[in-house]
C-alpha cells in the first residue's frame, strides 16, 4: 500500500468490512479502519459508503478542516476514475394519463357545464312556482 498507487473501484470495493474498510473521496482512496470505533457519526456510516465514491456523503455531512486534515493519515491511494461508473440521471417511465372510471374526458367537461346549469334551472323553477303559489 504505497504512497500515490491507483486502485480501481473493484480493488476498493473489496475493502468493505468493519475489519478491513476503504473510502473514496474527491479521487483519493482512505483507509478508515482504524477509525472506525472513533467516526463520530458511527462506524455504519462509514461502512455504508464502501464500494462507491463518498465524496458527496462526507460532503453532505459539512466535516470540519481538523476532520479534513486528519484524512491525511489514512490516506493510501488514487482511485482509477475510470473504474467508477458515471451517474445516471433517473427518468420515471412514461405512462399515460390515469382516468380512473375510463369516463372521456369531454363527457366529464360537458358534465362540468351542463350539471350547475340544470341545479340553477332547477333553483330557479322552484323560486318561480312557490312565490306564484
Wanted: aromatic residues 10%.
Amino acid at each position: 500500500m504505497g504512497e500515490g498507487k491507483v486502485y480501481t473501484l473493484a480493488e476498493v470495493s473489496e475493502h468493505n468490512t468493519p475489519k478491513n474498510c476503504w473510502l473514496i473521496i474527491d479521487g483519493k482512496v482512505y483507509d478508515v479502519t482504524k477509525f472506525l470505533e472513533d467516526h463520530p457519526g458511527g462506524d455504519d456510516v462509514l461502512l455504508s459508503a464502501t464500494g462507491k465514491d463518498a465524496t458527496d456523503d462526507f460532503e453532505d455531512v459539512g466535516h470540519s478542516s481538523s476532520a479534513r486534515a486528519m484524512m491525511d493519515e489514512f490516506y493510501v491511494g488514487d482511485i482509477d476514475t475510470a473504474t467508477i461508473p458515471s451517474k445516471v440521471n433517473y427518468t420515471p417511465p412514461k405512462q399515460p394519463h390515469y382516468n380512473q372510471d375510463k369516463t372521456s374526458e369531454f363527457v366529464i367537461k360537458l358534465l362540468q357545464f351542463l350539471v350547475p346549469l340544470i341545479i340553477l334551472g332547477v333553483a330557479v323553477g322552484i323560486r318561480f312556482y312557490t312565490k306564484s303559489a
